[in-house]
C-alpha cells in the first residue's frame, strides 16, 4: 500500500533566502545567494595588489560577503558558483590572458572565513571588452575542459546572460590547474565573512558591478555518452549537464539536412542570419520542455570546431516529436542560434554559446550540438531561465533510487504554501507520464517535510520519474525529471526442466514471447506478475527462447 501522507516531520524552522539571480536556477542544486558589499557604483580594481597572504582590508583589494544560515559546507551543501560582472571604467577594458606572463590581468582569490583560501580565477579571457562582462565559476569538471580559457573575441561587447553573448560558465582555477570549490571548501563553516581578493596588473583595469557567491547542491548530471539521435535523446530538465560529441554519429534528422537550404537557414527573427555548416558529424540531441515563455541556455567548455541550435518539431502530428510524421524529421523550425554565423570562424575552440529566444510554455524543444569534421569535445550546459517550473514550495530534494528490485521515492520541503497535494508521475520515454501515487501537502508550512513513496513494479530499462505539485486553487507545476535504470535480473528455474519453469523477477506489466529455434513464436502471453509459470509439458523436448521486452533473450531447454 502507497503511503497518503508525510512519512516524517520534523520541526527545524528554515530561514529562506534569496534563490540564484544570475539566471533563475533550480533551488535544488543552487539555493542561496549572498552579495558582494560593493558600492552602487561600479567600482575600479586599479591598483588592486591582494594575496592570500596579504589580503588587504579594503576595496579594490578586498570585497566582503557576509553569508548566514548555510553552516558547514559537504559534497550536498557547497559553494555551487563565484559569480563576477566586469564592467568599463573609461572605454574598453582588459581582464588579460594568463598565457602571457608579462600581463597576467585580473585575478582574485577567495577566503573563507576560517582563513581557508584559494586562488579562483587566475586569467583567461581575451584581452580587451566594451560594456559589462559577466560569468561564473563553478568547479572544474571533465566537460568544463581548459580552465580559466573562454577565448572569447577580442574587443567584443559581452553583454550579460539574458542576451546572445560569449559569457558563460568557466571552471575555477588558478594557471591553468583547475579547482573543485566542494573539495576544497569541505568542512568550513560558511557562516561568516568571505573575502573576496583581487589584484591586477592590466594597462585598462575593469571595474568590479557585481559579485556574488551561491551555495547549494552542486551536482551535475553525466550524460556523456547520451544523446546520440533524435530518437534517443537526453531529456533535460534545465539543471547543469555534461554531455559530449565524442563517439557519437551523424543523425538523418540533422537540422539542415533537408531544410530550408544546404548550408543556412536564411534570416529569422527580423533578418538575423544562421550559417549552419550541413556536413553534420558528431551531433548531441538535448531534449526540453519550455516553462515560460522566455528561455535561456548556455552552453559552455566546447572545444574545436563545434555549433549549436534550438529546434522545434514542423510536424503537424501534434506529438512534439520531430523524429516522426511528414518529412520524416528532416524539416525543423529554427529556434536559436546562438549569433549569427555560427559556423564559422568564431566558433569552436573552448567558445561559449548562449541561446535566449522566446518561447512557448510547455512546447518541446530541441538543443542540437555538432563537432564539425569529426570534432570531438566535451562540453556543459546550463539554462539560466525558462526551462525549470520552480515548484509553489519550497523543494530541497527529490531522489529516486533503485534498491532491492523497487524504486524508492523521496522529497524535502523547507516551506509550502496553499499546497494541496503532491502527483508522483512515471515514463518509459519522458514523453508519456502516468500517475504512480497521490500524496497530501501539508497546506501551509515553514518547516523541512519529508515525503516518501515507492514504485513497486518499475519498467524494465529506464524510469523516469517527476513530481507535480498542485495548489488548492488547481495551479500545478513540476519538479525536475529523475531517471533510474532498473537492472532486475530475470531468472528461470529449473532450467532444464521436464515440462514446467517458473520466471522470476518480472516487472508486473510483461509481454512473454515462447520461440522455438527456428524463430517461429508459439506462445505469447501478457502477464501482470513478478513471477509466472511456461509449462511445456505438452511440447517436444529439446531448446526454447524465452522473449521479454526490455531482456536478454533467455535459452531453456525441455528434457
Not at 571588452?129 to 563553478?138: E, Q, R
Request: proline share 5%; aromatic share 8%; glycine share 10%.
Amino acid at each position: 500500500m502507497l503511503s497518503k501522507n508525510p512519512v516524517t516531520k520534523t520541526f527545524t524552522a528554515v530561514i529562506i533566502l534569496i534563490a540564484c539571480t544570475i539566471g533563475g536556477f533550480n533551488k535544488v542544486r543552487c539555493q542561496i545567494l549572498f552579495n558582494a558589499n560593493i558600492a552602487a557604483t561600479p567600482v575600479s580594481l586599479n591598483g588592486a595588489n591582494g594575496s592570500c597572504a596579504s589580503p588587504g582590508t579594503s576595496s579594490p583589494n578586498v570585497f566582503s560577503v557576509n553569508v548566514t544560515n548555510v553552516g558547514i559546507l559537504s559534497s550536498s551543501k557547497a559553494l555551487c558558483r563565484i559569480n563576477v560582472t566586469f564592467t568599463n571604467c573609461t572605454g574598453s577594458f582588459n581582464v588579460g590572458s594568463n598565457t602571457n606572463p608579462a600581463d597576467n590581468g585580473v585575478q582574485f582569490r577567495l577566503m573563507a572565513p576560517d582563513g581557508t583560501c584559494f586562488g579562483v580565477y587566475s586569467g583567461g579571457l581575451s584581452s580587451s571588452y566594451n560594456g559589462t562582462l559577466s560569468f561564473a565559476l563553478v568547479s572544474s569538471t571533465s566537460c568544463l575542459n581548459n580552465p580559466n580559457t573562454a577565448n572569447m573575441p577580442s574587443g567584443a561587447t559581452a553583454n550579460s546572460f539574458v542576451s546572445n553573448s560569449n559569457s558563460g560558465f568557466f571552471a575555477a582555477g588558478w594557471n591553468g590547474t583547475g579547482l573543485d570549490l566542494t573539495s576544497s571548501f569541505n568542512g568550513v563553516n560558511a557562516n561568516g565573512t568571505w573575502k573576496l581578493i583581487f589584484s591586477e596588473t592590466t594597462v585598462s583595469p575593469p571595474c568590479l558591478s557585481s559579485a556574488s557567491l551561491v551555495f547549494g547542491n552542486p551536482s551535475v548530471n553525466n550524460q556523456i555518452g547520451n544523446g546520440d539521435d533524435c530518437s534517443n535523446p537526453i531529456v533535460w530538465d534545465g539543471g547543469p549537464i555534461c554531455a559530449s560529441t565524442g563517439g557519437m554519429t551523424s543523425s538523418s534528422q540533422m537540422p539542415g539536412w533537408q531544410g530550408p537550404g544546404l548550408n543556412t537557414w536564411g534570416n529569422f527573427n527580423g533578418g538575423v542570419s544562421c550559417d549552419w555548416n550541413f556536413a553534420n558529424n558528431n551531433d548531441v540531441w538535448i531534449r526540453f520542455v519550455a516553462q515560460s515563455n522566455q528561455v535561456c541556455i548556455n552552453i559552455s567548455g566546447l572545444d574545436f570546431d563545434s555549433q549549436s541550435v534550438v529546434v522545434s518539431d514542423p510536424n503537424t502530428d501534434g506529438d512534439n516529436n520531430p523524429c516522426t510524421g511528414s518529412g520524416g524529421g528532416r524539416y525543423w523550425n529554427l529556434i536559436s542560434c546562438p549569433r549569427p554565423s555560427i559556423y564559422g570562424a568564431t566558433a569552436g575552440t573552448s567558445d561559449c554559446q548562449n541561446h535566449c529566444f522566446s518561447a512557448t510554455a510547455g512546447q518541446t524543444y530541441y538543443l542540437v550540438v555538432d563537432g564539425n569534421g569529426g570534432a570531438e569535445t566535451p562540453f556543459y550546459v546550463v539554462a539560466t531561465s525558462g526551462t525549470i517550473n520552480t515548484l509553489p514550495v519550497e523543494l530541497i530534494a527529490f531522489n529516486a533510487n533503485y534498491q532491492d528490485r523497487i524504486v524508492h521515492i523521496d522529497w524535502q520541503t523547507a516551506s509550502e504554501m496553499n499546497n494541496d497535494f503532491f502527483t508522483i508521475e512515471r515514463s518509459n520515454d519522458g514523453l508519456n507520464w502516468e500517475v504512480l501515487d497521490i500524496i497530501d501537502g501539508a497546506g501551509n508550512s515553514d518547516k523541512i517535510l519529508s515525503y516518501q513513496t515507492f514504485d513497486q513494479l518499475p519498467h524494465i530499462g529506464v524510469s523516469y520519474y517527476r513530481l507535480k505539485q498542485v495548489d488548492y486553487d488547481g495551479k500545478s507545476s513540476f519538479s525536475e525529471i529523475r531517471s533510474v535504470h532498473n537492472m532486475r535480473q530475470l531468472t528461470i528455474t529449473p532450467n532444464p526442466s521436464s515440462g514446467k519453469f517458473v520466471i522470476s523477477g518480472l516487472s508486473g506489466h510483461n509481454k512473454i514471447r515462447l520461440i522455438d529455434m527456428s524463430g517461429k513464436v508459439l506462445e505469447m502471453h501478457s502477464i501482470e506478475h513478478v513471477s509466472c509459470e511456461l509449462d511445456l509439458t505438452d511440447r517436444p523436448s529439446g531448446m526454447y527462447m524465452v522473449m521479454i521486452p526490455g531482456s536478454q533473450p533467455i535459452r531453456i531447454l525441455k528434457e
